[in-house]
């Protein structure tokens, strides 16, 4: 199982399985959300994700239609995002997880929008917009 919170620690939530997945978008809409070079999320199955704390304080901003970016209202944390095509699953966000983890299989997405002013100097695997099927 692993744990994480919001900055202020109203929000906790709990997740009940692996991370299995590391995207990183350097697209101009997740580096304004993140107010950050890129958001690094993993998708994971949305029945394994429980809010423990703070359900009340949730608050979501949809940028575009069918996608909802979720943060805690008293901070400003964003926790999760969710599109609508996609029920079952949810982008965590993974800068909130607590609990140490490990994870190989990371990747960028959205890479010909990153920021001018960084640098990826890793050698993870690069695409232009989403990762192929």
């Known amino acids: ?61 949809r940028a575009v239609p069918h996608k909802a970016r979720v943060f805690c209202s008293q901070c400003g944390s964003p926790l999760y995002s969710a599109r609508d095509d996609l029920p079952g699953v ?9 609990t140490p983890f490990r994870c190989e299989n990371a990747y960028h997405i959205y890479i010909d929008s990153k920021a001018d002013w960084e640098t990826v100097a890793d050698d993870l695997p690069r695409y232009s917009a989403m990762k192929p099927q």
């Open 1 to 61: 199982m692993l744990t994480g919170s919001c900055l202020c620690n109203g929000i906790r939530y709990e997740y009940h399985g692996q991370i299995e997945e590391i995207s990183m978008c350097h697209c101009s809409m997740c580096r304004k959300a993140q107010g950050s070079a890129y958001v690094a999320v993993s998708p994971v199955p949305a029945e394994r994700f429980r809010i423990v704390q703070g359900r009340e304080l949730l608050k979501e901003f």
């Open 90 to 98: 949810i982008r965590l966000r993974l800068g909130t997880i607590e």
